[in-house]
């Protein structure tokens, strides 16, 4: 399956994104799937997971209260709505579909990485 994160562009602080990851080659609807994030010189970051079934969901906790994460099977596609961006909130972001229905934070627990798409938050 081939994943494709889109939606980043540049905002300022306080403005509101929302990502979108879309998948071809077949469904995910079966996987689990994540949103990750690295800013320049740092490791790849958990930002949020959801389950194959929208059940489980979890955030990292510097964005608790502040994203979002959803699916729609039926379009084979996970949004990811960010609100009240913070400049540290930049970096480059990746959706990913794990191994398995349910999965937690850790990268090696997906499969499938897209391209990530730039989110800037100027202060």
């Known amino acids: 399956v081939q994943l494709q994160a889109f939606g980043g562009g540049l905002v300022q602080a306080g403005d509101y994104l929302r990502l979108s990851c879309a998948a071809s080659g077949r469904t995910f609807s079966n996987n689990a799937v994540g949103w990750f994030r690295q800013a320049p010189g740092k490791e790849r970051e958990f930002v949020a997971t959801?389950?194959?079934?929208?059940?489980?969901?979890a955030y990292a906790d510097s964005v608790t209260g502040r994203f979002t994460i959803s699916r729609d099977n039926a379009k084979n596609r996970v949004l990811l709505q960010m609100n009240s961006l913070k400049p540290e909130d930049t970096a480059v972001y990746y959706c990913?579909?794990?191994?398995?229905?349910?999965?937690?934070?850790?990268?090696?627990?997906?499969?499938?990485w897209g391209q990530g798409t730039q989110v800037t938050v100027s202060s």
């Open positions: 959801i389950s194959w079934n929208s059940g489980i969901i």
């Open positions: 990913a579909a794990a191994y398995r229905p349910y999965s937690g934070s850790h990268p090696r627990e997906y499969r499938y």
